[in-house]
């Protein structure tokens, strides 16, 4: 995968965090590499912000580890280092309450010295962000002037004034109407182009689906998947194929047992339940399969060398990545994840 060759930056391993006997973030492990957009998907209660905070060092984990690369070591978070080892990122955790009497100018070059950007620097950087989050005529004017959407993006500068390389953005989008939801994607994506990697929780599916290069999905503070868009998306898929035949007999009962036959050996599946189905509503043949393309090829060769007339073949995509979605955070338990989450540090 093509991700796999890029230098992990922050590794959260088996990260827990109990208040009192309730678990809010529960065993929790993610690598996050370099130049991506990474987005923690969950309800809201999940545990995302509790994670975010772990890694902010807001909040001690009850059991686990905080990993960062500095210097090209990666180092463990503790208390002694945390101010060195958090320089270099960014975070939006809690949205700063800004004074309604101060300006963007004011308060944005109190952060860059209080960050130790270099002074001289600080006018032309606040003057950059500004145009970027597209906030350019209201350098001098009072935030109490400003709509939500606007200090939402005010937030937004702020956290990365010091020009971090890895931005922790909670649920950035809150609070803002379609549009501005949509600019702070284009935004983010433009920091990614830039050579920024971002962390970002979100609780909506379609908000992140587009900009993330992984989702990692938590639900009751454990992550149920942590995977690619496009794998996240196959495992969405419907795993049924639906065949139609050119003619069909009085009794399909020997055709299910010629395809089960022919079928079987190629699905990829393990013995057991039954394989073809008949649906008599719309007198296709479903076939249960594993998804993969190269199945689907095989499965049509074999019925066209066994002289089978085949009219349609076709996999419906009637689930939807909001459905899987959907169904990871309705379940209470878990399904096993972490497939990309355990490659450790390099
Ligand atoms: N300081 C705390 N003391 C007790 N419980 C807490 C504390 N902070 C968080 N929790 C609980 O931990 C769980 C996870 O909270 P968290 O804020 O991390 O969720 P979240 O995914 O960010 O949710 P949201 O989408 O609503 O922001 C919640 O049930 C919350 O009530
Ligand atoms: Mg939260």
Known sequence: MKNNNKETIINLRNLTKNFGDFT??????????????????????????????????????????????????????????????????????????????????????????????????????????????????????????????????????????????????????????????????????????????????????????????????????????FDTMENLEGQAKDLRLQIQLAELPEDVTQIIIDLETIIRPLTGLNKGDKIVEFNRVTSTFEVKFDGKIQTQKNILKELIRNDIDVMDFSVPRTNTLEDLYIKLVTEVVAVEPLKEASTGVN
Do not use: C
């Not at 004034?161 to 109407?177: A, C, S, W, Y």
């Not at 994506?189 to 971002?198: E, F, P, Q, R, S």
């Not at 379609?206 to 503070?221: F, K, L």
């Open 24 to 225: 809010a973030v529960d065993n929790l492990s993610l690598d996050i590499k370099k130049g991506e957009i990474i987005s923690l998907l969950g309800p809201n209660g999940a545990g995302k912000t509790t994670t975010m905070k772990m890694i902010a060092r807001l909040l001690k984990p009850t059991e686990g580890e905080v990993w960062i690369k500095e210097n090209g070591n990666m180092r463990l978070l503790n208390n002694r280092n945390k101010d060195a080892l958090l320089d270099r990122i960014g975070f939006l955790i809690e949205n700063p309450t800004f004074y309604d009497h101060m300006t963007p100018k004011q308060i944005l070059t109190y952060f860059a010295t209080l960050k130790g950007y270099p002074r001289k620097k600080i006018p032309k950087r606040i003057e950059e962000l500004m145009a970027l989050v597209d906030l350019s005529d209201w350098i001098d004017k009072k935030i109490g002037t400003f709509s939500k959407g606007m200090k939402q993006r005010l937030g937004l500068v702020s956290s990365m004034i010091h020009d971090p390389d890895f931005l922790v953005l909670d649920e950035p989008q809150t609070g803002l109407d379609p549009k501005g939801r949509k600019e702070i994607r284009a935004i983010l994506v433009d920091l990614k182009n830039a050579g920024k990697t971002i962390f970002l929780s979100s609780h909506l599916l379609y908000e992140v689906s587009e900009i993330s290069d992984r989702i990692a999905i938590i639900n009751r503070g454990k992550l149920v998947a």
